[in-house]
């Protein structure tokens, strides 16, 4: 990461100021329209963390974001959200025709959302930690759909503020994020090609890590492993596995594994301790948690049923 052009914001008016915009109507929570906007950066590229969190509705015609090792063209115009602390990069392409950037960010500062439900259940949301080349695609309708709630939100504190209005934008937040949720279910399943070859691809992972004696050395790989290796974030991973399998990442490698423990349990001589082990288990007594809660039978009682 280029530190010279790395721009941290802890707060809203902070991000006004830099990109030239009025100080915020309210310093918790602002929708910035991206036409008002200057760029961060005279040399074009930079990356930013914000310490809030970020939904953008974006229109960028010339730029490049990075999230990681991954790229994302912006010239359809997508919805992404950023978690505070995330980092993202921006790249301009300098040899192409200069355009303004188009949309719109809703900016939150978790200080807005203290005391209420929100606070603790917009943590459950995967996607605002998905990457950003993992965004959300929308259809004109759904757009049109989120830039009223967007709108909304805006003429309520820029309204007179009273007793009602954080109530009011809480629950018009809930409302995009839950209509969020929605469309990125769909496309989970719209996208089955793309969704299935990534599946195929970590069950091709997943059996020449179990093949390799990893299992042993190493133990179970980790979700943020598995994820990188396959070239996606881990929310992103276990979202979609939940949209094909019904089950979270974690579940899906602890269900391969019981697998694995079946066949050498029924082929093998290896008792179950060292069958535990070869699964990267320190501890007999873990395994035959694990098994019996997967099973309902202990590793002994399933050995016995085939004799």
């Given at each position: ?6 721009f ?32 961060l950066s ?51 392409d ?8 188009e ?20 943590k459950q ?38 007793r ?11 409302l ?17 090609i ?17 093949n ?12 943020t ?23 979270n990442?974690?579940?899906?490698l602890h ?12 082929t ?12 990267g288990?320190e501890?007999?007594?873990s ?15 399933f050995?016995?049923?085939f004799?």
């Amino acid at each position: 990461m280029n530190t010279k052009n790395l721009f941290r914001f802890q707060t809203i008016s902070e991000y006004h100021r830099a990109t030239g915009l009025p100080t915020p109507a309210h310093p918790l929570i602002s929708i910035v329209h991206m036409e008002e906007t200057k760029s961060l950066s005279a040399e074009g590229s930079y990356s930013v963390i914000y310490d809030f969190y970020s939904i953008a509705m974006k229109s960028v015609y010339n730029t490049k974001f990075k999230y990681g090792r991954q790229a994302c063209d912006f010239d359809d115009g997508v919805l992404f959200f950023m978690s505070p602390g995330q980092v993202f990069s921006v790249e301009i392409d300098s040899a192409s025709p200069i355009h303004r950037p188009e949309g719109w960010v809703i900016l939150i500062h978790p200080d807005f959302l203290w005391n209420t439900p929100l606070a603790k259940t917009i943590k459950q949301y995967d996607f605002f930690n998905y990457s950003v080349f993992e965004a959300l695609y929308l259809s004109d309708k759904e757009k049109n759909m989120l830039t009223n709630i967007a709108e909304n939100i805006e003429q309520e504190y820029h309204a007179n503020i009273d007793r009602f209005s954080e109530s009011v934008i809480i629950a018009q937040l809930e409302l995009l994020l839950t209509y969020s949720e929605r469309f990125y279910q769909r496309q989970f399943i719209t996208r089955k090609i793309a969704s299935h070859e990534i599946l195929a691809k970590l069950e091709h992972l997943l059996t020449n890590y179990f093949n390799s004696g990893s299992l042993a050395e190493k133990g179970l790989p980790s979700v943020t492993y598995i994820a990188e290796n396959l070239n996606i974030s881990p929310g992103y991973l276990s979202s979609l596995l939940k949209s094909l399998t019904g089950l979270n990442t974690q579940q899906h490698l602890h269900n391969r594994l019981i697998d694995l423990a079946k066949e050498k349990l029924s082929t093998t001589s290896l008792t179950v301790s060292e069958i535990a082990y070869e699964l990267g288990f320190e501890h007999l007594q873990s395994f035959s948690k694990l098994f019996k809660t997967k099973t309902n039978v202990s590793p002994l009682e399933f050995r016995q049923s085939f004799n």
